[in-house]
């Protein structure tokens, strides 16, 4: 797959106005990054690599989102006309983008068709981690049942305004700060501090993203490490700073500061006009998040303050964290 096509097939997700949780997920699944007990097994996790619904086969992705009986039926339920156990040479990446591209091109950004396919995706691995920890085994009938409900999140997704994403602070900030400040209100205080940071070198296309956020109420840390392509050290910063959005949000926190070393980040955040073109749809969605929380900041921190996103992030590039779930 050619970097121009992959290159177009990400314009266009970040292009189209769907949850941006789907769209982390979407990111984790192109690069290959989501807990799959093949990927686990592959990180050195004592784990057996067989897919939890077929055992003896591997799950790869491959295997989970094509030729597993779970994904063949939520294809089936779907009604987009896919057999997604057929030209299983074709790889797993090569299938995806056809796929987006396909109904892209049909469609455009208004269609139903694209959304579903994403919302089908979701839906395989949601049912996927139902069965590994709650033990529920997905029939056909939780199948359409569970993809009904991803598409009423996402209709209901659409049915919110859509505001514009301009931070509430214009101004500089306190001496010796940069903040860009988005939500419904500018006063308050965060239940939530986070702090983010991507590790990147030019001599290999992987990079590490990490975040680790720590309560103002009883000051518990929880983080999350992981490896993905970028091709930037930028980009590595900037969807470090998404990830962390998508997991507090996700949590329901409604106040949260979260802390970069990047001034580039931030200053783009403030000022579109000035914003790099090859972040541009990932700051784009970090405005929408942002704008979805009562109290969200975004602040440029020196790298002492964001030391332990740091150090979690170089070990996620250099592949020595297990995966974690979305």
């Not at 096509?5 to 292009?15: A, C, D, H, N, Q």
């Not at 518990?220 to 900037?238: K, P, R, V, W």
């Not at 949260?256 to 541009?280: C, F, G, K, M, Y």
């Amino acid at each position: 797959m050619t970097p121009p096509l992959v290159s177009k097939v990400f314009r266009i997700l970040w292009g189209l106005r769907i949850m941006p949780k789907w769209k982390i997920f979407l990111w984790k699944l192109w690069h290959n990054s989501l807990a799959t007990t093949a990927n686990l097994a592959a990180r050195g996790i004592s784990i057996s690599d067989d897919c939890p619904s077929r055992a003896l086969e591997s799950e790869t992705c491959q295997h989970l989102f094509r030729l597993c009986p779970l994904a063949t039926v939520a294809w089936r339920i779907s009604q987009l006309g896919i057999i997604s156990n057929s030209v299983s040479y074709v790889s797993f990446q090569d299938w995806l983008i056809a796929w987006i591209l396909y109904f892209y091109n049909l469609d455009g950004y208004s269609g139903e068709r694209l959304p579903k396919f994403l919302a089908t995706l979701w839906t395989i691995w949601q049912c996927r981690n139902n069965l590994v920890f709650n033990n529920i085994n997905p029939d056909g009938n939780i199948l359409h049942t569970m993809l009904q409900q991803v598409m009423q999140q996402h209709v209901t997704f659409l049915a919110r305004p859509f505001t514009c994403s301009k931070p509430l602070a214009e101004g500089p900030g306190p001496p010796g700060f940069l903040i860009a400040h988005f939500g419904s209100s500018f006063s308050g205080v965060p239940q939530l501090h986070i702090q983010v940071d991507g590790s990147w070198t030019n001599n290999s296309p992987l990079a590490g993203i990490a975040w680790v956020a720590q309560t103002v109420h009883n000051q518990t840390q929880e983080g999350q490490g992981i490896c993905i392509h970028a091709d930037s050290a930028l980009l590595a910063e900037a969807m470090a700073c998404l990830d962390a959005l998508v997991w507090a949000h996700g949590q329901a926190y409604q106040r949260v500061a979260v802390h970069t070393d990047s001034e580039v980040v931030v200053q783009s955040l403030r000022n579109p006009r000035t914003q790099p073109i090859a972040i541009t749809w990932t700051l784009s969605d970090i405005r929408s998040i942002g704008q979805q929380f009562h109290w969200c900041r975004i602040m440029k921190v020196n790298r002492s303050h964001v030391q332990l996103a740091h150090d979690l992030a170089i070990r996620a590039r250099r592949g020595q964290l297990s995966l974690v779930p979305l």
